[in-house]
């Protein structure tokens, strides 16, 4: 089958967006998720497929790059495509469009091909690295935001999140999409209320599995017209990393101070 990008056109309802009517970030990334597994499906690489061989996909880091949010009931394209290898890692790209073609928001992602009972990553198939080097498209060029290294060993402050039901994918374990939700609810109310996410980028490092009782940390550091928010989940314990990011935010334009 010829690799090329897979789109579905689809409609931004408002169960979708918050009460400003703008896009969740942990919806946009179920869409994410929504169309990745429409292509692995025609490609033969499904989470299904994939289980009758003992092995998954595992979700390592997510980079998404906001110029808009798409607004409830706005009619979108969302586009994606396998971008590359990169050790044991396969890349798929994202875009997401207005239907005449205005770039809205683009992303990039590393997954893992995982073994099952071992819960350790193997080498990718070998149709998986074909269906990724196979073909013309360009890959994002988006720079990486996060610097683990980098990270802030205080934390300013935290809230605590327990995974429920709802919260659990194939995988038995915590969604990746509720990491994202976590990391953005573990700020202030006033905060996300004046300032809309620009860039957001996650490393996932250790499973959350049900029932378990985790606490997201943050430490905000303004930059100019910006403020960047280092994230960590921790375990209760805080033994455990699940995963460190990074957020960028923008004031609201009717909430920036005027310039004298």
Known sequence: MEI???????????????????????????????????????????VDTLNKSGL???????????????????????????????????????????NDGEELVRATSEWMTVDLNRRRPV??????????????????PIEHLLREK???????DCRYFTA???????????TQASYMRWITNSLPFGFLKNHI?????????????????????????????RVVVYHQIRNEEGSLMHCVAETVWMAHADTRTPQS
Request: hydrophobic letters at 35%; glycine letters at 6%.
């Open 4 to 46: 090329g990008k897979y789109r579905e056109e689809l409609k931004i309802h408002n169960h979708y967006t918050n009460y400003k009517g703008r896009l969740f970030i942990k919806t946009l990334c179920d869409l994410f998720n929504d169309v990745a597994e429409g292509q692995t499906e025609l490609l033969g690489v499904d």
């Open 56 to 98: 998954t996909w595992m979700l390592h880091r997510l980079h998404i790059l906001i110029h808009k949010m798409p607004q409830k009931e706005e009619n979108v394209v969302v586009e994606t495509w396998p971008s590359g290898i990169d050790r044991l890692f396969a890349l798929r790209d994202y875009r997401l469009l207005r």
């Open 123 to 140: 080498r990718p198939l070998a149709r998986v690295v074909e269906m990724s080097t196979s073909h013309g498209i360009e890959k994002l």
């Open 150 to 156: 980098e990270m802030p060993g205080d934390m300013e």
């Open 164 to 174: 429920t039901f709802d919260n659990i994918d194939f995988n038995g374990h915590v």
């Open 197 to 225: 996410l620009t860039e957001v980028e996650v490393v996932y490092e250790h499973e959350i599995m049900p029932d378990s009782l985790i606490v997201s940390y943050y430490k905000m550091q303004p930059e100019g017209n």
